[in-house]
T-cell receptor, first 111, second 114 residues
Framework: EDKVVQSPLSLVVHEGDTVTLNCSYE??????LLWYKQEKKAPTFLFML????IEKKSGRLSSILDKKELFSILNITATQTGDSAVYLC???????????FGTGTSLTVIP | DGGITQSPKYLFRKEGQNVTLSCEQN?????MYWYRQDPGQGLRLIYY???????QKGDIAEGYSVSREKKESFPLTVTSAQKNPTAFYLC?????????????FGPGTRLTVL
């Protein structure tokens, strides 16, 4: 059975801290891994990763994929209160163009 | 502006009633999806469609039905057979096939059964 597991489930940090969110997966026909940020509404797209070892960066956020060990990490440096959200990991499959989502990591950044 | 619209934003339903959630996209995407999100959980796939007049069940299709008569529209009906329909429903779309692609999400519909 295909599955996507995120850890930790929740995280509370202080502004300025650096956090690492984890996503591991066991799927057949892997095509891509995606990270989304959700703030009480629709998820917004952050990154899409398809190749191992290539870091994607956007400001203070970065992500990397390891297709051998079947996991990805999302790093957020110098966290701000605006980073508080649920971060969702999703794996895209070639089969039927489906996406499987993890349960998310709830991040709370305290001033 | 291109995007995905869902309506209504909030919906209240009495037990035993069917209700239809609207999803429209003008992104010219081939694939469309319906997800359900419960508190503290990730998104679970209800139905998806890769092309007009064709759709497949996701992991939790029981008690739901869909249609895809037009490329732009993918309405979801929550039937009285769905035992626990109160949830946040998200519609998404993506470019189909070939290249890898991301999903774009609508703003969601929050359904509450009274």
């Amino acid at each position: 059975e295909d599955k996507v597991v995120q850890s930790p489930l929740s995280l509370v940090v202080h502004e300025g801290d650096t956090v690492t969110l984890n996503c591991s997966y066991e799927v057949t026909n892997f095509r891509s891994l995606l990270w989304y940020k959700q703030e009480k509404k629709a998820p917004t797209f952050l990154f899409m990763l398809t190749s191992s070892g290539i870091e994607k960066k956007s400001g203070r956020l970065s992500s990397i994929l390891d297709k051998k060990e079947l996991f990805s990490i999302l790093n957020i440096t110098a966290t701000q209160t605006g980073d508080s959200a649920v971060y969702l990991c999703a794996v895209g499959l070639y089969t039927g163009n489906q996406f499987y989502f993890g349960t998310g990591t709830s991040l709370t950044v305290i001033p | 502006d291109g995007g995905i619209t869902q309506s209504p934003k909030y919906l209240f339903r009495k037990e035993g009633q069917n209700v239809t959630l609207s999803c429209e996209q003008n992104l010219n995407h081939d694939a469309m999806y319906w997800y359900r999100q419960d508190p503290g959980q990730g998104l679970r796939l209800i139905y998806y469609s890769q092309i007009v007049n064709d759709f497949q069940k996701g992991d939790i299709a029981e008690g739901y039905s869909v249609s895809r008569e037009k490329k732009e529209s993918f309405p979801l009906t929550v039937t009285s057979a769905q035992k626990n329909p109160t949830a946040f429903y998200l519609c998404a779309s993506s470019i189909l096939a070939g290249a890898v692609n991301e999903q774009f999400f609508g703003p969601g519909t929050r359904l509450t059964v009274l």
